[in-house]
């Protein structure tokens, strides 16, 4: 059944899923969408040139969810087709490996944003990886027990929602950036204009890190993307006292991966041209400032071991 139109107190939410050659999980991140109690939704997959078959099962199990086929892979730039396709006061945007636990989370998405101020840009869901065979959900959701809004965090692409007319001031994704790292440029953007960007661990949702049509080039992006990001969003102070760290952080890391090579392609592309669409974008907003600083302590010797036993323990 269609959604019902949009109310002043029921807005209309329009889900927002990309997807590359992942048609099983897809389907079952829709199959969460439906059983959704808040009946006033769309849903938007952008399919990155699948060839699995995902385009094929959306038109004929899911006929009512539109579908934007584009004819090359953009990458998390794949969410900004989406974004502006919606016709939602509230865009949703969820991974195609996501999955919403309850009936309640676009219900309660809306009451967040119909509590929070006319400056709240962005409501962050909690995403806990999750395991289909070994993981009980009450036991994910009693990881955490705080209740929102809570001002730090940033946000996960497995759940997050926007106030479709704020990101649409600011800009959505970078085609340029493509992977990895995306979420935190769309957030800068946002905390650079004063908008709220708020994380509430209430509400939960599942990302199973999909091993289907994962990136090989994965390490690269996030280091080259990290470069770009401090490049961009940070003052002189920040690049003296980040940039050393970072680089003798993600230099170890590499070594530990076997992957220097890698290292050294990103930090050639980090530090080279930047993209015209990644110019220098400086604020003074207090929770700007926070942020990067919260950016700069993931590195160093602490991160680093911290990393590398999540790498190696089970």
């Not at 929070?116 to 959701?141: F, H, M, P, T």
């Not at 940070?234 to 991966?257: C, E, Q, T, V």
Request: aromatic share 12%; with cysteine; hydrophobic share 40%.
């Amino acid at each position: 059944m269609p959604p019902e139109p949009s109310s002043a107190t029921s807005p209309r939410v329009t889900v927002v899923i990309t997807n590359f050659n992942r048609r099983d999980d897809l389907r079952l991140a829709i199959a969460s969408i439906e059983r959704q109690d808040y009946p006033h939704r769309e849903i938007i997959v952008v399919d990155n040139i699948s060839t699995d078959g995902s385009r094929e099962m959306l038109r004929h199990e899911h006929p009512d969810v539109e579908l934007i086929a584009l004819d090359e892979n953009l990458g998390m730039a794949g969410y900004s087709v989406g974004f502006e396709r919606a016709r939602g006061e509230i865009i949703f945007q969820m991974d195609n490996d996501s999955q919403m636990p309850d009936t309640t989370v676009l219900s309660q998405v809306v009451e967040r944003f119909a509590e929070g101020s006319d400056q709240l840009a962005a409501v962050a869901c909690r995403v806990e990886e999750y395991d289909l065979e070994s993981d009980d959900i009450e036991a994910l959701r009693a990881k955490d027990l705080r209740r929102g809004p809570i001002d730090s965090g940033g946000f996960h692409s497995g759940g997050v929602a926007f106030r479709r007319s704020l990101i649409a001031q600011t800009g959505y994704y970078h085609r340029s950036v493509f992977l990895y790292g995306s979420e935190l440029f769309v957030e800068m953007k946002l905390l650079a204009q004063g908008f709220d960007v708020h994380f509430f661990p209430e509400i939960l949702m599942l990302h199973k890190s999909s091993k289907v049509a994962r990136s090989g080039r994965g390490l690269y992006f996030e280091l080259r993307n990290r470069y770009w990001f401090l490049r961009r969003f940070g003052n002189l102070s920040h690049k003296l006292r980040f940039f050393p760290l970072m680089m003798l952080h993600d230099l170890f890391f590499a070594i530990f991966k076997r992957s220097f090579g890698t290292y050294v392609q990103a930090l050639r592309d980090g530090f080279g041209a930047m993209p015209l669409d990644l110019g220098p974008l400086p604020s003074k907003q207090p929770r700007f400032q926070r942020r990067l600083e919260e950016f700069g302590h993931w590195f160093g010797p602490v991160a680093l071991c911290r990393r590398i036993w999540q790498r190696i323990t089970p």
